[in-house]
C-alpha cells in the first residue's frame, strides 16, 4: 500500500496540476484563469496540492470567486495519486469565507449564510455565461465567413461535420459547394464554439446544423441579422471587460496576461 501511494504521489507535478486546472475560466471573462495570469502559484507536497490564485479587484464578485476556487479544487483534485487540495485566495474582500468554505467542501450558501443567494441560481449563473462564451465565438466565426463570402443561405446550410479547427494554426476551415475556407486566426474560437456547445447540451453531432442560437434553434435565411446584432452585443461586452480586468489585474500586480489570439 505504501508503495503504491508513493508511486502515484511522485507522478504528481506543478506542471500536472497546471494541465488539470488549465480549463478552468473566469465565467465572465470566459478566459482560463491559468491564461489571464490569475493562478500566483501551485505547490505540492507529496500527495497535497495547494493553488493559490487572485484576481484583478479587492472587490470582485463572491459568488464568481467561489465558483474558481470550488472548480479549481475539483480539477486539481481529480489528478490521480493526489489526496488533498488546498485552494487559497488572496487579496479578496472574501478571501476568509472562500478559502475556509470551498476547502471545506461547502455549498456557497453554507459559506455565506447571510448572502440569500441560492446554489442552483450559482449554477444557472455559471450557465448563462457559457451561453455568452457560445454567442461570442459564434460571432468570431459569422463574421470571419462573411468576409471570404459565404452568403447567408451558405452559412445556415452548413453542418458540424462541415467545420475543421486545426489549433495549432489558430484556424478554422468549412466546406462549402465543395470548396475549403480557411477562416484564420479563428481556431482558438472554433474549437471553444464546439466546447461550449456540448457544455450547454446544444446538439452537436456531425450532422447537425453548425450555427444555432443558445437555446439550440437553427440559424435560418432571414435570420443572420438578428443572429449578428445579439452576437456583436456579447462579444463587444465580453473583449471590453476581459481588456478591463487585465488592466486592472497589471496594475495591481504587475506583470502581463497571454494576449488575445482570435480576430
Known amino acids: 500500500m505504501i508503495a503504491t501511494e508513493a508511486s502515484s504521489s511522485s507522478e504528481i507535478t506543478e506542471d500536472s496540476i497546471y494541465q488539470a486546472i488549465a480549463d478552468v475560466l473566469d465565467p465572465e471573462l470566459d478566459e482560463p484563469l491559468v491564461n489571464l495570469g ?3 502559484r501551485v505547490e505540492v507536497t507529496g ?6 490564485f487572485k484576481l484583478p479587484t479587492y472587490w470582485c464578485a463572491p459568488n464568481f470567486a467561489y465558483l474558481m476556487a470550488a472548480d479549481l479544487r475539483k480539477r486539481a483534485s481529480s489528478v490521480t495519486g493526489v489526496r488533498n487540495v488546498r485552494v487559497v485566495l488572496l487579496d479578496h474582500c472574501a478571501e476568509d469565507e472562500v478559502t475556509s468554505g470551498v476547502n471545506q467542501g461547502q455549498s456557497f450558501s ?18 448563462v455565461f457559457l451561453r455568452k462564451g457560445f454567442l461570442m465565438r459564434q460571432d468570431t466565426l459569422l ?47 472554433g474549437s471553444i464554439y464546439q466546447q461550449r456547445r456540448v457544455a450547454l447540451g446544444l446538439p452537436h453531432a456531425p450532422g447537425d446544423p453548425l450555427m444555432i442560437d443558445d437555446q ?10 438578428q443572429f449578428l ?6 462579444r463587444m461586452n465580453i473583449v471590453l471587460n476581459t481588456s478591463l480586468c487585465k488592466g486592472l489585474f497589471q496594475t495591481r500586480y504587475g506583470g502581463s496576461s497571454a494576449p488575445d489570439d482570435d480576430e
Do not use: W
Open 110 to 127: 453554507e459559506a455565506f449564510p447571510g448572502e440569500g443567494s441560492e446554489d442552483e441560481h450559482l449554477e444557472e449563473l455559471r450557465r
Open 216 to 225: 439550440g434553434k437553427p440559424l435560418q435565411t432571414g435570420e443572420l441579422p
Open 47 to 52: 500527495s497535497d496540492v495547494s493553488i493559490t
Open 143 to 189: 463574421r470571419q465567413m462573411m468576409k471570404l463570402g459565404l452568403d447567408e443561405a451558405t452559412i445556415a446550410a452548413l453542418r458540424v461535420e462541415d467545420m475543421r479547427v486545426d489549433e495549432p494554426m489558430n484556424a478554422a476551415f468549412v466546406t462549402a459547394g465543395g470548396r475549403e475556407y480557411c477562416l484564420e486566426r479563428a481556431g482558438r474560437s
Open 229 to 234: 446584432r445579439r452576437s456583436r452585443s456579447v
Open 38 to 40: 490569475f493562478i500566483d
